[in-house]
Antibody, heavy 121, light 108 residues
Framework: VQLVESGGGLVRPGGSLRLSCVAS????????MNWVRQAPGKGLEWVSS????????KYGDSVKGRFTISRDNAKNSLFLQMNSLRDDDTAVYYC???????????????WGQGTLVIVSS | SYELTQPPSVSVSPGQTARITCSGD??????AYWYRQKSGQAPVLVIY???KRPSGIPERFSGSTSGTMATLTITGAQVEDEADYYC???????????FGGGTKLTVL
């Protein structure tokens, strides 16, 4: 079971970036998937989740209206489209599989290694 | 907004018992989960559904709850247990995931 994120990098304030997470070793479509971020030297912050069954989507208040989560079950992939990026979006972004339904409970295993997003001018 | 409160730091000597607490009003109704994060690494699940231990996690790790508090206990802490520990649960008002602020465990 493995999750591999990519797509991080340096972007200017107001810019956009799209993160990807490719899953392997499990039936991707059967699980809810999440994005969690960690600003430098700070704690974990839940960002967004996408249910396995159906298409229920949740966003944290700090990203709602700016970020869009999506998934492609045929490609075992999870995405996070980030628009209108701000300095305080700078963080390592992790994807994580959720093991309990309905989603939104916090049982995450495993986590990917993370991808770093830096928002700076 | 819903908050989970953890002490910023806990320090013990090797072989002692470390207890890390997590306080939240919804914990009597919602499960608590615990994650260990070593420096430069991704978080790892160490306790799920309040008190269950995933395979591969040493038996010295245990979880418990009482009222609005969840506790992670490391019995006989080892130097390799030094890490940041995060509790995690659900905001029952909107079913969104919430993390505690994290506790830095020092074993020396």
């Amino acid at each position: 079971v493995q999750l591999v994120e990519s797509g991080g990098g340096l972007v200017r304030p107001g810019g956009s970036l799209r993160l990807s997470c490719v899953a392997s070793g499990f039936t991707f479509s059967a699980y809810s998937m999440n994005w969690v971020r960690q600003a430098p030297g700070k704690g974990l912050e839940w960002v967004s989740s996408f249910s396995g069954a159906g298409s229920d989507i949740k966003y944290g208040d700090s990203v709602k209206g700016r970020f869009t989560i999506s998934r492609d079950n045929a490609k075992n992939s999870l995405f996070l489209q980030m628009n209108s990026l701000r300095d305080d979006d700078t963080a390592v972004y992790y994807c994580a599989r959720e093991l309990r339904e309905p989603h939104g409970q916090g049982w995450f295993d495993p986590w990917g290694q993370g991808t770093l997003v830096i928002v700076s001018s | 907004s819903y908050e989970l409160t953890q002490p910023p730091s806990v320090s013990v000597s090797p072989g002692q018992t470390a207890r890390i607490t997590c306080s939240g009003d919804a914990l009597p109704k919602r499960y608590a989960y615990w994650y260990r994060q070593k420096s430069g690494q991704a978080p790892v699940l160490v306790i799920y559904e309040d008190k269950k231990r995933p395979s591969g996690i040493p038996e010295r790790f245990s979880g418990s709850t009482s009222g609005t508090m969840a506790t992670l206990t490391i019995t006989g802490a080892q130097v390799e247990d030094e890490a940041d520990y995060y509790c995690c649960s659900t905001d029952s008002s909107n079913n969104h995931v919430v993390f505690g602020g994290g506790t830095k465990l020092t074993v020396l």
